[in-house]
């Protein structure tokens, strides 16, 4: 249902009928929960910079900070210069029922693209950054969507297991939240 | 050297007893009616032993644990250097628990007065004391005390062996013993024969022992303050090196416990039906207070336990943590008042109409947490039970399993093991009882308890809780009056009650640390407050001075900055001996103190002394946009001879990165009376990562050799707060400081 609602909403607004029309504000109520979850320590200990140097919070570490280890995934991104991300998450889905294990998904660990770094930065900023091709990956707004329904890191992200923190509201939500504020032909808060 | 040779003269004799054709030495203090004699195994008549060589091999008795401090490498190296021989010679062994080995320092921090007072009350009753460990044939390795209390003692024991292997050989030679050397084993005769050590043991063994012996001057030794590869080094760096938790015996089942979470409190129920058809469960055991699997593996036994629904009793403290603190902070009154312990000047004329300056802080509970988890193999047996654990106090084991089991402790057969880390858990019985309630249950059969880390958080008795008011007062750029109360609730009565023992007089932990601060202010004053039992504690590394160093130390800073002083200039300026300043200048210098620092760097410096031992260090931290680096360390701390120079930094550092990694995120809350962090992820001590460089400097000017397991780490946290507040302008009084700052 969500899939036609998204395919709908791109088809409307791409003739520039509908999306004139959709409430502003609704697109913008849309962005703050996604925000809330792209802001969130389970997504933004990954969504890092350049220095390649993932996140640790949650589950009684204490404040959101560097992975500990001295873990860097490198230019890589996936550890290969130094210790890989897959030495302690070996990359299948695992119960994740263990707080201090090193959580599994069906996929290869890694840090996103730095392109898509947004940990630290403001909601308007990362709402820029994210409807923008040239600093969201090259993602237009359906394969958005479809990255964000797919993925194994998004999934877990809601179901992180063993008593961590998940990103708030659920997976369903966000790509609702999604349809909505791209319905609403993204906008963003142009205060941040 | 002349203390150490009137002590061999005046206080040893040797003792002497075939084994299989070998031959035992070993020394012991004469005037003892009351020693007992020497537990042996079955067959051996052995008593008193620290050499023991036989046709094959020469074996030196290590009986203070080694709780990887290197203990059993110290122990060694001291009765080789007299014994003359290499230690690639020797094979090394904990030896059974004695009487014999009761340990002869340990009297001199048990009382209230500083190690440096001879006044004719503290000796009076440090001889009391002294006395008590005696009778008590305490055995015990603890309170940085396995150096002093073996420095004179082992070097005499290999000498008085030494001595004797030459008289043997004299007596199958002819030889005169004046015309004789040893070396490496071996005794050279006039004609520089060599007749190895292994081959004289036979006649030696018929021989009364050389009784009176001088050790040798220092400039002598070949292997006391020298870089000598330790003993355990090759094990530990290859992974080899066994350890309690890591023994297999044929026919060996496993077990794990869980016991009541809120300690003390009772099991009211449990339903096993999810656990009983587990694989590998053998069998699931009722314990006074939890239940126990029984399983062909630890890991089953593990998985079992969490399949059991249980319903628990509520325990005797405070349920919530809130509660804990306000018992805390509500115990500086006069009833609760455990002693003054220093009162220079008068403090109240001095603050009176000062401008004070005042603060509060506060230290939370902290567990044990050693990498090894608590364990112990016992099998019980018709007419013997073994033991096999690491513990610190092995002939109390020996006596509180005889007790339970209804035995004779002659009977009880503990063979101490390496300890991956203790920090004062192993101090503790819990391993030894459960162990032992589970193995009655299955006679005949070895089983190996391994608790799971959380049940090790879990059942830990915590470095006690507590807080400090101080106030302080200013003139002319100088510290003048400092007052500090501190109330903690007394981890020795703690402890001490659970072993039986009574412990009269105030508790010298609470404000350790802070009352014999080494600084003539001129109106002084602390106050220890006890605060009623709580949750339990026990002695953990460092024990009161790991708080109330802290207090001291962190307050003191707060002071001179208000002063407008230099932290180090003050504290020199301050300082009442010359060991305190010897260290702080040691500190000085190693830092280059005073150089400029980068933006956003910030040096702090603390001494506190602890055990005897002055301690200072400097920590230099940089406040990066991701949090606190810490940066450098620079110790330096006397404790008057250095046995070993690699372990003894390897000691040191690992004292100070305990206490700041402790000081930066560990600390046990707790909450419907059950401590809330369970495992290293929430009270995880320092990362590799974080670690800094670490420069240590030992000093040897005072005559009294000291041990240096504890003191490194009380100035720790106050060096690092103090290094904090000059990077950030961040006043930290309450650890753990990530509570209140980022690291990185």
């Known amino acids: 249902m969500k899939r036609l609602a998204l395919g709908l909403g791109l088809a409307l607004s791409a003739t520039g009928v509908l999306a004139q029309d959709t409430d502003r504000d609704a697109g913008l109520a849309a962005w703050a929960d996604i925000y809330a979850v792209a802001s969130h320590p389970r997504c933004t200990n990954c969504h890092v910079g350049a220095a390649g140097r993932p996140g640790w919070a949650g589950l009684g570490y204490g404040p959101d900070r560097l992975h500990a280890m001295n873990i860097i995934a490198g230019e890589s991104r996936i550890g290969a210069e130094s210790v890989p991300c897959r030495t302690c998450h070996i990359g299948a889905a695992g119960a994740n029922d263990r707080p201090h294990a090193a959580p599994q998904i069906d996929d290869a660990w890694r840090?996103?693209?730095?392109?898509?770094?947004?940990?630290g930065k403001s909601s308007a900023e990362v709402c820029r950054q994210l409807r923008n091709p040239d600093t969201n990956d090259g993602f237009d707004m359906a394969a958005l969507s479809d990255h964000l329904a797919q993925s194994a890191f998004v999934n877990w992200g809601f179901t992180p297991g063993g008593g961590r923190d998940a990103a708030p509201g659920t997976l369903a939500q966000l790509l609702e939240n999604l349809d909505i504020w791209v319905a609403a032909g993204t906008p963003c808060d142009n205060a941040g | 050297m002349g203390r150490a040779r009137t002590i061999a003269r005046r206080s040893f004799i040797i003792g002497s007893a075939a084994i299989a054709g070998g031959v035992a030495f070993g020394a012991y203090m004469v005037r003892k009616p009351h020693d007992n004699p020497l537990t042996a195994d079955a067959g051996e008549a052995v008593f008193n032993p620290?050499?023991?060589?036989?046709?094959?091999?020469?074996?030196?008795?290590?009986?203070?644990?080694d709780i990887g401090q290197g203990a059993a490498h110290m122990q060694a190296t001291l009765i080789a250097e007299e014994l003359d021989v290499e230690l690639d010679q020797i094979t090394t062994a904990p030896g059974v628990p004695a009487a014999a080995y009761y340990n002869t320092a340990l009297a001199g921090d048990a009382v209230p007065f500083k190690f440096n007072d001879d006044g004719f009350g503290a000796q009076t009753m440090r001889g009391v004391m002294s006395a008590a460990i005696k009778l008590l044939g305490a055995q015990v390795t603890g309170g940085s005390t396995s150096v002093p209390d073996s420095f004179d003692k082992l070097r005499a024991a290999g000498a008085t062996a030494r001595e004797t292997l030459k008289l043997a050989a004299a007596q199958e030679t002819g030889f005169a013993v004046a015309d004789m050397r040893t070396e490496a084993g071996q005794v050279i005769l006039p004609d520089g024969t060599k007749r190895a050590y292994t081959d004289l043991a036979a006649t030696a063994a018929t021989l009364e022992p050389v009784t009176d012996v001088p050790l040798r001057d220092p400039a002598q030794w070949r292997l006391i303050g020298q870089d000598v590869q330790r003993l355990d080094i090759k094990a530990k760096s290859t992974g080899t090196q066994t350890y309690g938790i890591d023994l297999e015996m044929d026919g060996m089942?496993?077990?794990?416990?869980r016991m009541n979470p809120y300690k003390g409190g009772a099991m009211q129920s449990f339903d096993a039906s999810g656990a009983k058809d587990m694989r590998g469960v053998q069998k699931i055991v009722a314990l006074d207070g939890g239940v126990a699997v029984i399983a062909d593996n630890t890991w089953r036994a593990f998985r079992a336990l969490e399949e059991i629904d249980i319903t628990w009793g509520d325990g005797p403290y405070p349920a919530q943590q809130a509660d804990h603190w306000a018992e805390v902070a509500a115990s500086f009154t006069p009833e609760r008042l455990d002693k003054e312990w220093r009162a220079d000047g008068d403090v109240d004329a001095a603050l009176d109409g000062a401008q004070v300056i005042e603060a509060e802080y506060r230290a939370p509970y902290v567990a044990h947490q050693p990498l090894e988890p608590l364990s112990a193999v016992v099998k019980v047996g018709d007419d013997r039970v073994d033991i096999w654990a690491a513990h610190q106090l092995p002939r109390f084991v020996q006596q509180r399993v005889a007790a339970a089991l209804g035995r004779d402790a002659e009977d009880i057969h503990l063979h101490n093991q390496y300890a991956g880390g203790s920090f004062g858990h192993r101090l503790e019985f819990d391993n030894i009882d459960r162990?032992?309630?589970?193995?009655?249950?299955?006679?005949?059969?070895?089983?190996?308890?391994?608790f799971r880390r959380e049940e090790d958080f879990v059942q830990d008795y915590m470095r006690q809780i507590g807080m400090a008011r101080g106030r302080g007062a200013v003139a002319q750029g100088q510290v003048t009056a400092l007052d500090l109360d501190i109330a903690t609730v007394s981890a020795a009565r703690s402890q001490a009650a659970r072993l039986g023992q009574p412990l009269p007089g105030p508790?010298?932990?609470?404000?350790?640390?802070?009352?014999?601060?080494?600084?003539?202010?001129?109106?002084?004053?602390?106050?220890?407050?006890?605060?009623p039992e709580l949750a339990p504690t026990s002695s953990w590394r460092s024990v009161g001075a790991s708080t109330a160093g802290f207090f001291a130390e962190g307050f003191m800073d707060e002071v001179i900055h208000a002063a407008g002083a230099d932290p180090l200039e003050e504290r020199l300026r301050l300082a009442n001996d010359p060991d305190a300043r010897h260290v702080l200048e040691a500190v000085g210098e190693m830092s280059d103190w005073g150089a400029p620092l980068a933006p956003g760097s910030g040096r702090g410096v603390a001494l506190v002394t602890s055990f005897g031992v002055p301690t200072a260090e400097v920590v230099e931290v940089t406040n990066t946009p991701d949090g606190i680096r810490i940066d450098r360390v620079w110790v330096a701390?006397?404790?008057?001879?250095?046995?070993?120079?690699?372990?003894?930094?390897?000691?040191?550092?690992?004292?100070?990165?305990?206490?700041?990694?402790?000081?930066?995120?560990?600390e046990i809350t707790y909450d419907a009376g059950v401590p809330e962090q369970t495992n290293f992820h929430m009270a995880e001590g320092m990362r590799l990562h974080q670690c800094p460089v670490i420069e240590v400097r030992g000093l040897e000017n005072n005559s009294q050799i000291r041990g240096v397991g504890e003191p490194p780490v009380p100035p720790a946290p106050a060096a690092l707060a103090n290094a904090i507040y000059v990077a950030t302008g961040t006043r930290l009084r309450e650890m753990p400081f990530w509570n209140t700052v980022d690291f990185v």
């Open chain 1, 111 to 119: 840090l996103p693209p730095v392109e898509l770094a947004w940990r």
């Open chain 2, 50 to 65: 620290w050499v023991k060589i036989d046709a094959d091999r020469i074996t030196l008795i290590t009986p203070h644990t």
């Open chain 2, 253 to 257: 089942l496993h077990a794990s416990v």
């Open chain 2, 435 to 450: 162990a032992v309630d589970v193995a009655r249950q299955m006679p005949g059969t070895p089983i190996k308890l391994t």
């Open chain 2, 507 to 531: 508790d010298t932990q609470i404000a350790a640390g802070a009352w014999n601060m080494r600084y003539a202010i001129p109106d002084l004053r602390v106050r220890a407050y006890a605060v």
């Open chain 2, 637 to 666: 701390a006397e404790v008057g001879r250095v046995v070993d120079p690699v372990t003894f930094e390897n000691v040191v550092a690992g004292g100070v990165i305990w206490g700041l990694g402790h000081a930066m995120n560990s």
